[in-house]
């Protein structure tokens, strides 16, 4: 049974929870928006750069992955403000975290790069294959 649709911008990639928000990537806009998970309603969109796709709560902030800028952002969970933006690998799509760790899909670039979530530093770049686009972990 359908409850609800939230209209957003359009081309949406990639949705995170962070235990009472959906967060929704907007591909198309360079934006993320914050959607209130008890109503549906959207309560605010924030600029994040080029081409957002995967997006991730790792129990703090959010990060999302710009593909079009070869970054990702690690954002407010509260105000949608950027608190950091890092350099990865080319064309970064898929985002997992290890508890500690953020791990980057780089799709062009054909590897995974390791950033430590509590400060963004990078720990180590890795080949991964063709095309690496999602990456997910398993504890």
């Known amino acids: 049974e359908l ?3 939230t209209t957003l911008p359009a ?3 990639g949705m995170a929870f962070d235990g009472q928000f ?3 990537s ?3 806009s360079g934006s993320v928006s914050k959607i209130a998970a008890s109503d549906g309603s959207v309560i605010g969109t924030y600029p994040v750069g080029t081409q957002p796709n995967g997006i991730i709560f ?3 902030a959010l990060w999302v992955a710009n593909g079009g800028d070869d970054t990702v952002k690690k954002l407010n969970r509260t105000t949608g403000a950027v608190m950091g933006t890092y350099a990865v690998g080319d064309s970064p799509m898929g985002l997992a975290f290890d508890g500690a760790n953020l791990w980057v899909a780089n799709s062009a670039g054909g590897t995974v790069t390791k950033l430590r979530a509590y400060d963004g530093a990078l720990l180590a ?3 991964a ?3 690496p686009m999602f990456i ?3 504890g």
């Open 136 to 138: 997910a972990f398993d």
């Open 129 to 131: 294959g063709t095309s």
């Open 22 to 24: 959906v967060w929704v």
């Open 58 to 60: 790792d129990g703090t």
């Open 3 to 5: 409850l609800r649709v």
């Open 11 to 13: 081309g949406h990639w």
């Open 125 to 127: 770049t890795c080949p």
């Open 26 to 28: 907007n591909t198309n």
